[in-house]
């Protein structure tokens, strides 16, 4: 068994306390999707565009848990949507950092993965234990151009998603593809703490707006009127959003806190011709959940958008928008 050791001691670490967040962090690498069974998330993500598709079958995996020893298998598929890149995990038992997002949220995406070569890890690693942060699980996966190892951190309790680095061998890495993803979006109960905590590890504050309601939005075809606040975090591509609905039900956020807890609710998809998106996905068998608008509709600065109910495979929603420059 292989017990991984840091390069870069702790002493150091006292240099590397926040200041702007590292140049790892312009870019997410792809995004680790975890999946009680993969088939179906798999077969119904193809239909929605999930292309260059390898199942790599059942792969081993080595490394800590939680600072102890830790190795397993799961089967392994990666994926582009749109410019970004997927990895879905159907972890087999065992007590993994993957089986106690499974056994607390259910399907859906676990970590932001960003490349580093072995040096920044080593480096973000010291950084982030000098600030209170461990290492939640560090494992290495076989590929066919050598091992790559993975680096988790444990911030989902307080950031509300993992933040994974891997270093790739040489060629190995998912290539992105044209620009499709616009954002990730979370469902969070309380933004002040979830911006404090990524601020005290280096991020930019999450500026927050409120949403007011609008007579044009739609819940399950019925009229919603529902307000709530939004924040963003823009220092990366794809952003993230913030979404902090108010505690009544009759919602999509509601629903998928209700379903999950928080974390990654849906991923931004932008498009040219709404109406056509949205009778495209209701061929495949996915209706509009929640709908509707901001701005002055047509206008520059305005937009329409539509929640799909794609949640059934992967616990994932796609927000189709159609915004208007």
């Known amino acids: 068994m292989k017990i991984f050791r840091l390069a870069v001691p702790l002493l150091l670490a006292a240099s590397l306390l926040p200041g702007a967040p590292p140049e790892i962090y312009q870019h997410i690498n792809h995004a680790v999707w975890l999946v009680r069974s993969l ?51 159907q972890p087999e038992s065992g007590d993994t950092a993957f089986n106690a997002f499974l056994a607390s949220h259910g399907d859906g995406i676990f970590a ?16 982030l234990q000098a600030l209170g942060v461990p290492v939640l699980q560090r494992i290495e996966i076989a590929t066919r151009r050598g091992p790559a190892l993975f680096t988790f951190f444990d911030t989902e309790p307080k950031g509300k998603y993992v933040l994974g680095l891997v270093d790739w061998p040489a060629g190995a890495a998912p290539q992105t593809a044209p620009q499709t993803v616009s954002h990730f979006a979370f469902v969070i109960r309380q933004a002040r703490p979830v911006s404090d905590f990524w601020e005290q590890l280096g991020f930019p504050a999450m500026p927050v707006s409120h949403a007011t309601p609008r007579s ?77 608008a901001w701005g002055d509709v047509g206008k520059p600065g305005s937009g329409q958008y539509s929640y799909m109910s794609t949640d059934s495979i992967g616990g994932v929603t796609v927000e189709l928008i159609r915004g208007y420059n």
């Open 39 to 89: 088939e179906g998330p798999l077969r119904g993500w193809k239909t929605l565009g999930l292309s260059d598709v390898s199942d790599f079958g059942k792969v081993r995996f080595q490394g800590e848990y939680r600072g102890q020893p830790v190795s397993g298998r799961a089967r392994m598929a990666w994926g582009h949507i749109g410019n970004l890149a997927v990895d879905m995990l």
């Open 112 to 127: 932001m993965v960003y490349q580093a070569s072995r040096p920044e890890m080593d480096h973000e690693v010291a950084r």
């Open 216 to 292: 044009d939005s739609r819940y399950h075809g019925q009229p919603l009127l529902l307000s709530f606040d939004v924040g963003w975090h823009r220092y990366g591509h794809p952003i993230f959003e913030w979404i902090i609905p108010p505690s009544e039900p009759n919602n999509c956020y509601a629903d998928f806190l209700k379903e999950h807890g928080e974390g990654v609710h849906h991923l931004g998809m932008s498009v040219e011709n709404l109406n056509e998106a949205i009778a495209h996905y209701k061929t495949l068998g996915y209706i509009p959940v929640q709908s509707g």
